[in-house]
Structures are given as C-alpha cells and as structure tokens.
C-alpha cells in the first residue's frame, strides 16, 4: 500500500468537491425552512450560488490548462463568498443560524484555496 495518495481520476474524488457537495445537500436542507416568499428570492439565490461551487470545481476538473482550470476555481470561491453572505443575511432575517453550515463554508474555503494555490502553482 501507497503512503501517498493516487491523484484524482474523476471530479468526484476531490475531497474539496465533496465537501463542496455536501455544504449544497445542506443548503437545500436549510432553506426548506425559509418563508414561503422567499422561494423565487432568498431560496433560490442560495441554492444557485451552492449548486455553482461544486460544478465548477468538476467543470474545472477537466479542463486542460492551467488558467483555465484556476478560472473556474475562482468563479467557485466567487460562489461561496456570494453564500457567506447569504448565511448572513437569513440569520439577519431571522430564517435561523446554522452553525454546522458556517463551519462546512470555512472548510469548504480553505480547501479551494488550497486547491486553487496548488493548481496555479503546477503542483497538481
């Protein structure tokens, strides 16, 4: 057995990209609970900006070149700020705080600029 790990054949074994997956899964989750007025606002601007932070790390995953593959990293970071700020503004709403979901975002963030470092410097 390897002490090091095999490089990633398919998006899915990023494990940024699965964290990423699985901050979306919740963001559904949470804005279930979200007034009824909200669902063509608040809901569906949260769930569009989630949904874009794991499809473009796999859209990135396969592209070829450098810069264009930190492109679309980037556009993920983009995303992920944009759903920093939603959390925000639902627990100014009062649509409730979720720290689970705070403390996946952070995760979430230090691994694509990890990534994205890693990518942008030839590491990967």
């Known amino acids: 057995m390897n002490n090091y790990m095999q490089p990633a054949k398919c998006f899915e074994d990023l494990i940024v990209w699965q964290k990423a997956h699985q901050f979306t899964i919740g963001i559904y989750n949470y804005t279930r609970s979200f007034p009824r007025e909200e669902v063509y606002g608040l809901t569906s601007q949260f769930r569009r900006s989630t949904v874009s932070i794991a499809a473009n790390i796999a859209e990135g995953f396969k592209k070829r070149g450098i810069k264009d593959k930190a492109k679309f990293l980037n556009i993920s970071q983009g995303s992920l700020e944009e759903c920093r700020y939603y ?3 639902a627990r100014d709403l009062g649509y409730g705080e979720n720290q689970q979901l705070k403390n ?5 963030s230090r691994m694509l600029e990890s990534y994205y470092s890693a990518i942008t410097k030839g590491i990967v």
């Open 87 to 89: 959390l925000i503004l």
């Open 104 to 108: 996946l975002l952070e995760e979430v």
